[in-house]
T-cell receptor
Framework: AQSVTQPDIHITVSEGASLELRCNYS??????LFWYVQSPGQGLQLLLK??????LVQGIKGFEAEFKRSQSSFNLRKPSVHWSDAAEYFC??????????FGTGTRLKVLA | KAGVTQTPRYLIKTRGQQVTLSCSPI?????VSWYQQTPGQGLQFLFE?????QRNKGNFPGRFSGRQFSNSRSEMNVSTLELGDSALYLC???WGQGANTGELFFGEGSRLTVL
């Protein structure tokens, strides 16, 4: 069955440090993959997406992610975290019959 | 270009009541999806509509229903509310053409509290 796993529920990093959020998926074919960010009280904003082609994907706000088929992973990275990056991050995979499956999210805390 | 608009943003209901939530998609988008977000369960898919047709439905009881109008606006209804229905209900729109919905654009959600 298709699924998405975000192993880290909470992550705390210092401002200026690098960041990597993990996402592992189970899917029968090459999936569409997404990372979304959600600030408190807000909806989800798309950070980046992978449909096909280059496995290193650049997104907004300085984020990037790498699709690794052999590891069934799509980890999100940022070289230097800003305090405004504190939010919850969701990985999503699909399509599965006109829907996407979301991970349970990773809440990022940034220390000044 | 206006984004996805959801109304109301916040509402409080009591058990047994019903609620209707509204979603206006981005202009030109014909697919509207609904998700329920709770702290313990994350985002759970409710249903997806394209050109007034429900193409997929999640694993929710029949108390949860939806519809889409000819202008692509969508509503979802929850009848006989239960405490466990308290959640953030998110609507997302997309082009919807082809075999999948494509990239989802989310609204800010409707936060429902059931007392």
């Amino acid at each position: 069955a298709q699924s998405v796993t975000q192993p880290d529920i909470h992550i705390t990093v210092s401002e200026g440090a690098s960041l990597e959020l993990r996402c592992n998926y189970s899917y029968g074919a090459t999936p569409y993959l997404f990372w979304y960010v959600q600030s408190p009280g807000q909806g989800l904003q798309l950070l980046l997406k992978y449909f096909s082609g280059d496995t290193l994907v650049q997104g907004i706000k300085g984020f990037e992610a790498e699709f690794k088929r052999s590891q069934s992973s799509f980890n999100l990275r940022k070289p230097s975290v800003h305090w405004s990056d504190a939010a919850e991050y969701f990985c999503a995979v699909g399509p599965v019959g006109y829907k996407y499956i979301f991970g349970t999210g990773t809440r990022l805390k940034v220390l000044a | 270009k206006a984004g996805v608009t959801q109304t109301p943003r916040y509402l409080i209901k009591t058990r047994g009541q019903q609620v209707t939530l509204s979603c206006s998609p981005i202009s030109g988008h014909r697919s509207v999806s609904w998700y329920q977000q709770t702290p313990g369960q994350g985002l759970q898919f409710l249903f997806e509509y394209f050109s007034e047709t429900q193409r997929n439905k999640g694993n929710f009881p029949g108390r949860f229903s939806g519809r889409q109008f000819s202008n692509s606006r969508s509503e979802m209804n929850v009848s006989t509310l239960e405490l466990g229905d308290s959640a953030l209900y998110l609507c997302a729109s997309s082009w919807g053409q082809g075999a999948n919905t494509g990239e989802l654009f989310f609204g800010e959600g409707s936060r429902l509290t059931v007392l």
